[in-house]
């Protein structure tokens, strides 16, 4: 049985301790998670460069020295509350607005379609800059600055080049955002609001990523291109922290989270197994769902192949901008999650994620991103077909305000 907690501080309090951020992390270094080779954390990293490896870099804590919950009590409702997980060495170095410790809010009004279950969301749309990307660019820009970087390159599907603007300008270095023309003119204007370098593409977001790559080895930018650079997964991880203390440490049964480059599954399924280590969750784990655009659907083509990596797959335009991602960086490591997990993958059209958005607003009171509307539509699937047992809680991982989006919708 899942109890939901509370565990926001009393609204005095947190005003009070706000700004104050305890703890000190406890980061050892970077390992890669396919060959095993470290990296020191003291210092820039993007991604396994042993032996032409290539894959995205684990930040490694000392989790051996005991470490009780109590620490939570009284901490800043933001993700910095789980600072000792955290790679930010320096607190002089945090860039923050609060980002971080979402609500959970349970389906209301919509029980006759839910089957039974207990169904929430984990609702990212009151995050800075309006959607969960402010966990990983907040501390990808906080990590930056305390490495000495000034100039920071992206490429970007909407959000998270609007969430590296805002963060880079609240901490006082250079942005330079590549994003594809056809992104609707809402996150090209965040973008320059927020006084970064906007570059528009003729193209894809992975058209956008060898741009950057080019503009980096010309112009020394660092890039945090998604998962080739470690620390955009420490942000991304955080929303599993908070799952496991909103459901009371017993974590819900399944999670559906949309999958494009696919960092907040890999971070959620890290979190769980940190939190494992320090013996305040036991072994159980969630079922991960991850839900594609029939756009851009190669995870889920890979999984129902038994394939361990995936293709390169474009359809062309969805409504879901941070779902047309040709291939993720991090394909195996999804790919091995889905599976690990017992979970599995599925796609959704854009006509259902429309309607999905239509019934969450007049239904649930939410203006939810298409990304989120299509874990909806996959829910209501996958109950039907039986994957969902009765009596299983389950969390959607809505990812963004759907008020960014109104231009597609």
Not at 165 to 184: D, F, N, Q, S
Not at 196 to 205: F, K
Not at 237 to 246: N, S
Request: hydrophobic share 40%; net charge neutral.
């Amino acid at each position: 049985m899942h109890r939901l907690v509370n565990t926001l501080p009393a609204y005095n309090k947190m005003m009070a301790i706000s700004t104050t951020i305890t703890g000190q992390s406890r980061i050892i270094n970077l390992e890669c998670p396919a060959c095993g080779a470290q990296y020191d954390a003291s210092k820039p990293n993007t991604f396994c460069i042993t032996d032409g490896c290539n894959s995205t870099l684990f930040a490694q804590y000392d989790l051996s020295r005991p470490l009780d919950k109590t620490i939570l009590k009284d901490r800043p409702a933001s993700m910095w509350r789980y600072r000792e997980l955290l790679p930010v060495i320096n607190a002089e170095s945090i860039v923050t607005m609060g980002e971080g410790f979402t609500p959970i809010i349970p389906i209301k009004n919509l029980v006759k379609d839910t089957g039974g279950n207990k169904v929430f969301w984990k609702n990212e749309a009151g995050n800075p800059t309006g959607s969960f990307k402010a966990r990983g660019i907040g501390m990808a820009v906080s990590k930056a600055k305390e490495l000495g970087i000034t100039s920071i390159a992206t490429p970007t599907a909407g959000n998270a080049g609007g969430a590296l603007a805002a963060y880079a300008a609240r901490g006082a270095v250079k942005a330079i955002v590549y994003m594809p023309r056809l992104t609707p003119q809402v996150f090209k204007d965040e973008c320059r609001l927020y006084g970064a370098e906007l570059v528009e593409v003729d193209g894809n977001i992975a058209d956008c990523g060898k741009l950057v790559a080019e503009g980096a080895e010309e112009h020394g930018w660092f890039q945090i291109s998604t998962l080739k650079e470690p620390y955009r997964l420490e942000g991304k991880k955080t929303m599993g922290f908070e799952i496991a203390e909103q459901f009371n440490w017993d974590l819900p049964d399944v999670i559906f989270y949309p999958t494009g480059g696919g960092t907040g599954l890999i971070g959620i399924w890290k979190a769980f197994d940190e939190l494992e280590q320090l013996g305040w969750i036991g072994s159980k784990r969630p079922r991960m769902v991850a839900v594609q655009s029939e756009s851009c659907d190669g995870i889920v083509t890979a999984f129902n192949s038994g394939h361990s990596s995936a293709e390169f797959v474009d359809g062309g335009f969805t409504i879901a901008n941070g779902l047309r991602v040709p291939k993720s960086f991090a394909d195996k490591l999804i790919l091995k999650v889905l599976r690990d997990s017992k979970g599995t993958a599925i796609t959704v059209s854009d006509m259902e994620m429309n309607a999905g958005i239509k019934e969450i607003a007049s239904h649930e009171g939410m203006l939810i991103a298409p990304e989120g509307a299509a874990l909806w539509q996959a829910y209501k699937k996958l109950k039907s077909s039986g994957w969902i047992n009765a009596g299983e809680t389950v969390v959607l991982v809505n990812t963004g305000s759907g008020y960014k989006y109104l231009e597609n919708i």
